[in-house]
């Protein structure tokens, strides 16, 4: 059995600990002798598990920091089948000189021990030779757990290079973990180069490589809760390379057939047939060829096969498509998928999403959660229906969320989450009109880890460990796993079970009796979500040691408080506490508040500290982690508190303006937002202003009942000077503020508006622009920047002037001559505000003369799903030929009728002789029953309609 650990130099030690140590001079530095073997005996023959001993070297150079063992399968050590490694893990405790070894097959062996000298300076450390070999042979394999065998994925199986997928096995008798190596060859010959954690709680991996590798190897063994290992499994072989195949791209679900939707804009698409691989990209474009680097938006690397558009889009038809990304390759390109995008319903003028917040917003386990979406003020009659969408894989959310007339917020739940195996971080959001807000939500794993009673046991004794989660376990509850590095030494429970509900559980921890200071790694974990806790060490004194005091145990009054209440913490050592004190130092917060103080000190002599644990108020319930530790080497004690929404008193949780920058003697607008809804009576929440003679606000505002905020105005009184006022809002003991910046008001007028008069010209005529202030100019005048979107087109004076005293300034826009219609953005520019208008410059040529279309080839009648071909006739009844002409079809309702062939609702003509026709077609599928109208409309290069042909057909099921 081979293991990789991190080593820990003396220097690296004593440095942590502040201990003095001694070194050779480099210049005098030599290897230190190789040890000697001790068992087995040199041909001896072994039942696993077996013991590897040998002698320990001292050298006057320096300590000896380490010892590697090998066992090879010939004395040449060609092939290492198996190796491992002991280690200084404090001063004071020596390094071991021993090792067990299991999970060898039957057969003889070879075994060496080498030692690794500490000797700091420019030479660091320094290795002995290796010892004498002696062989050995294994002739049982003792009470050893059964050999797994893998699932998935078949061998031989390729992926792309940073592309993650799932190694399985099946579980077998005996097994209480598992050990799960990789290497780039497959004898799994020392090095053991690619393997770095081994240990595996439940019966799935989350693999993946960040580089091609042509072949890697994996085999899993079963290790039984006495520490023996089994044989290894059948070797499973899977090849790193980004030539590995990509699966079929997606299929697009939603919007397609060029449907109407309004934005927000949700996309869905199937989810790639390769799960290993959760990222998409989604590409949309107002070109159905997707030409050019950069479309109207390319979204990459999202997580969902589902996409909330909240960005604004102007009306008009788009395409999009997806692909799936592989790791370091990305798939092909779906199917197009076509849609418009039509204005969506009027939204009252500052209505709006103010906030999305999740509470909480860390879950754990895979339990599920809540957020509170507010408005900017009250929803008017018909209330408000909010848009919401998750960009996490394994968080879903309600499409939307209501908000009944009157409100101003609403809960969206529930929100679910799946079990993970470590830390995932993503947001929530929510849209409504042009308007969204996101909040982010963090996804953990249940377990927290485990506690030890004691730092230091004398052997023999026993001691108390304590496993914590960090929500309550799930129904049928937790079976959390314990793993002793050493059981011989320390013997834990195989398991300790959090019965559904629970928070924590204890466990004895028995030591047998040791010669010398031994420290033993032990290890918890959790297979329902593949997760192993951070590890901690026991140190297992020989008889007559004193153990320094040490913290023993935290424990809570209460494990369960509402908001805003209080409950007391105890911290309890091993022994009294030393000259000056114990200082234990403390942690606990929810959502950034923190809910202990820093530390508590146990008075000398004493064994405990009592400590004060406030709760704020919650919205809804939440759970902290309280954690206590004394001194740095040793693990931390910690306890899960339950903190319920209390009090139904108002309780201020946030409050802003918007907007913070106005000029004086305009208004603005404050809102406030309590903690929980407001009960019975509204909630009121009290506000100052620092400088009441520039800037007012009611001396109260209520919050309506069942509501968590509200809006009020904000006035002001023009000044001659810049000003800063801060407003104060106050309400359940908590304070918010906010600063509002004013503006001179007489000397410092903001652009309101731009217009432009006519708003379509023929090229080579001119219009007028006029720029408007929200007060008469200063004395000086004042001066707005103007710009064109197109000078070719239309062009403007780099700047306007508005006289003093006058309000508004006109000035000329000229324009050229065009091809088609052109629309042309005018932009203004005054201080930080700026205003646009446009200008359409039309072509100065007229549209030809006696053009018509006729429509055929649509039935009276058609089944669903039946297609059929319409065509266009376009006659020139003129005498000139005719140039740049375009058909457009459209049809209703939009949802009957698909195009089919070309999917582009606009075709050219080309060139139409005098007195000649031209013709074009398209074909179309009858999608949904309904009585349609197909309409041809004939337009000019220059977009005027020349003529429109109608023809109804009856679809039915």
């Given at each position: 059995m081979r293991r990789f650990v991190l080593l820990a130099t003396l220097s690296m030690i004593a440095g942590l600990l502040g201990l003095p140590v001694t070194y050779a001079s480099a210049a005098t530095v030599t290897p230190p002798p190789a040890p000697a073997l001790v068992g087995p005996a040199a041909g001896a023959s072994v039942v696993e598990p077996f013991t590897l001993q040998w002698g320990a070297v001292v050298d006057p150079d320096g300590p000896i920091g380490s010892y590697t063992w090998q066992v090879g399968t010939s004395s040449t050590f060609s092939t290492v089948i198996a190796s491992g490694f002991t280690q200084e893990s404090l001063a004071g405790i020596p390094v071991p000189t021993t090792d067990t070894v299991s999970g060898l097959p039957l057969g003889s062996y070879f075994w060496r021990v080498q030692a690794s000298q500490t000797v700091g300076g420019t030479v660091g450390s320094i290795d002995s030779a290796w010892s004498p070999v002696r062989s050995f042979t294994v002739t049982g394999l003792g009470a050893a757990p059964g050999t797994p065998s893998f699932t998935s994925p078949a061998t031989g199986a390729r992926f792309h290079a940073s592309e993650f997928f799932d190694i399985s096995w099946t579980a077998v008798p005996g097994a209480h973990y598992y050990l799960l190596e990789a290497d780039d060859e497959p004898t799994f010959s020392y090095p053991l180069s690619l393997t770095t954690d081994l240990v595996q709680f439940g019966t799935t991996f989350r693999a993946g490589w960040g580089n091609e590798i042509p072949n890697v190897y994996y085999r899993i063994r079963a290790v039984s809760a006495a520490g023996v290992h089994g044989l290894p499994s059948p070797t499973l072989n899977v090849k790193i390379t980004n030539t590995a195949p990509t699966p079929p791209a997606p299929t697009l679900l939603s919007p397609t057939g060029g449907t109407s939707r309004s934005i927000p804009l949700t996309f869905d698409w199937s989810d790639t047939p390769n799960r290993e691989s959760p990222a998409y990209d989604l590409d949309i474009d107002d070109d159905p060829a997707f030409a050019g680097s950069f479309g109207v938006f390319l979204i990459q690397n999202l997580a969902r096969s589902d996409y909330l558009l909240v960005d604004t889009l102007a009306p008009g038809t788009y395409f999009w498509r997806v692909r799936a990304v592989h790791g370091q390759v990305r798939g092909p390109w779906s199917a197009t998928g076509t849609f418009t995008v039509v204005a969506g319903p009027a939204v009252p003028q500052g209505l709006g999403v103010l906030s999305l917040v999740a509470t909480p917003s860390s879950v754990f386990g895979g339990n599920a959660t809540q957020a509170r979406v507010t408005l900017t003020q009250p929803a008017p009659v018909g209330g408000v229906t909010v848009k919401v969408a998750s960009d996490m894989a394994g968080v879903e959310t309600p499409a939307s969320v209501f908000i009944p007339a009157g409100a101003t917020d609403a809960m969206v739940t529930p929100i679910t989450t799946s079990p993970v195996g470590g830390a995932s971080v993503g947001s929530i959001r929510a849209a409504y009109g042009t308007t969204w807000q996101q909040s982010s939500l963090g996804s953990f794993p249940l377990l927290w880890g485990h506690s030890l009673g004691a730092e230091t046991v004398v052997g023999g004794h026993a001691t108390t460990g304590t496993v914590t989660l960090l929500n309550p376990a799930p129904a049928g509850g937790a079976v959390v796993t314990l793993v002793s590095a050493d059981p011989a030494i320390v013997a834990l429970p195989p398991t300790v079970f959090i019965p559904a509900g629970g928070t924590g559980a204890s466990f004895t921890i028995d030591t047998t009796t040791v010669s010398a200071p031994t420290r033993v790694k032990i290890d918890s974990g959790y297979g329902a979500e593949s997760y192993r806790s951070?590890?901690?060490?026991?140190?297992?004194?020989?008889?007559?040691?004193?153990?320094?005091?040490?913290?023993?145990?935290?424990?809570?009054?209460?494990?369960?408080?509402?908001?805003?209440?209080?409950?007391?913490?105890?911290?309890?050592?091993?022994?009294?506490?030393?000259?000056?004190?114990?200082?234990?130092?403390?942690?606990?917060?929810?959502?950034?508040?923190?809910?202990?103080?820093?530390?508590?000190?146990?008075?000398?002599?004493?064994?405990?500290?009592?400590?004060?644990?406030?709760?704020?108020?919650?919205?809804?319930?939440?759970?902290?982690?309280?954690?206590?530790?004394?001194?740095?080497?040793?693990?931390?004690?910690?306890?899960?508190?339950?903190?319920?929404?209390?009090?139904?008193?108002?309780?201020?949780?946030?409050?802003?303006?918007?907007?913070?920058?106005?000029?004086?003697?305009?208004?603005?607008?404050?809102?406030?937002?309590?903690?929980?809804?407001?009960?019975?009576?509204?909630?009121?929440?009290?506000?100052?202003?620092?400088?009441?003679?520039?800037?007012?606000?009611?001396?109260?505002?209520?919050?309506?009942?069942?509501?968590?905020?509200?809006?009020?105005?904000?006035?002001?009184?023009?000044?001659?000077?810049?000003?800063?006022?801060?407003?104060?809002?106050?309400?359940?003991?908590?304070?918010?503020?906010?600063?509002?910046?004013?503006?001179?008001?007489?000397?410092?007028?903001?652009?309101?508006?731009?217009?432009?008069?006519?708003?379509?010209?023929?090229?080579?005529?001119?219009?007028?622009?006029?720029?408007?202030?929200?007060?008469?100019?200063?004395?000086?005048?004042?001066?707005?920047?103007?710009?064109?979107?197109?000078?070719?087109?239309?062009?403007?004076?780099?700047?306007?002037?508005?006289?003093?005293?006058?309000?508004?300034?006109?000035?000329?826009?000229?324009?050229?001559?065009?091809?088609?219609s052109t629309p042309v953005t005018i932009t203004a520019f005054s201080g930080s505000t700026t205003r646009t208008a446009t200008v359409t410059v039309t072509p100065t040529s007229v549209p030809p003369s006696g053009m018509s279309v006729g429509l055929s080839g649509v039935p009276a009648t058609v089944r669903r799903g039946q297609s059929f071909t319409a065509t266009a006739t376009v006659t020139n009844g003129g005498t000139s030929t005719a140039t740049g002409s375009t058909v457009v079809v459209s049809f209703t309702p939009t949802n009957a009728l698909r195009l089919t062939n070309p999917t582009s609702s606009t075709q050219p003509t080309g060139t139409v002789a005098g007195g000649g026709t031209k013709s074009v077609a398209w074909q179309m599928r009858a999608d949904n029953a309904a009585t349609a109208t197909v309409t041809m409309t004939l337009r000019s290069s220059a977009g005027v309609t020349l003529g429109t042909a109608t023809r109804t057909v009856k679809i039915s099921n």
């Open positions: 951070p590890s901690l060490w026991l140190t297992v004194a020989p008889p007559g040691t004193v153990p320094p005091a040490a913290l023993a145990s935290l424990a809570l009054t209460s494990a369960s408080i509402a908001g805003g209440a209080t409950t007391t913490g105890t911290v309890t050592l091993t022994g009294p506490a030393p000259t000056g004190g114990a200082t234990i130092r403390l942690s606990g917060s929810m959502e950034g508040q923190v809910v202990t103080p820093p530390s508590v000190t146990v008075p000398a002599g004493s064994t405990s500290a009592t400590f004060t644990i406030t709760a704020p108020s919650v919205p809804a319930t939440y759970y902290v982690l309280i954690q206590a530790g004394l001194g740095f080497t040793a693990g931390t004690q910690a306890r899960l508190l339950e903190i319920r929404p209390g009090s139904t008193a108002p309780t201020l949780a946030g409050f802003s303006v918007s907007p913070t920058d106005i000029v004086s003697g305009t208004s603005t607008q404050g809102i406030v937002e309590l903690v929980t809804s407001a009960p019975a009576g509204g909630g009121t929440v009290t506000l100052t202003s620092s400088n009441p003679a520039v800037l007012q606000v009611p001396a109260t505002v209520s919050v309506p009942a069942g509501n968590n905020s509200t809006s009020f105005a904000i006035t002001t009184t023009a000044t001659s000077a810049f000003t800063t006022v801060q407003v104060d809002a106050s309400a359940g003991g908590v304070t918010r503020s906010a600063f509002i910046n004013l503006a001179a008001g007489p000397t410092a007028p903001s652009l309101v508006s731009l217009s432009i008069a006519p708003a379509s010209v023929t090229g080579g005529s001119n219009a007028t622009g006029t720029v408007a202030l929200s007060s008469a100019a200063p004395s000086a005048g004042s001066s707005v920047t103007l710009a064109t979107g197109n000078s070719s087109a239309a062009q403007v004076p780099p700047t306007v002037s508005v006289p003093a005293g006058q309000t508004q300034a006109s000035f000329p826009v000229t324009t050229s001559s065009v091809a088609a």
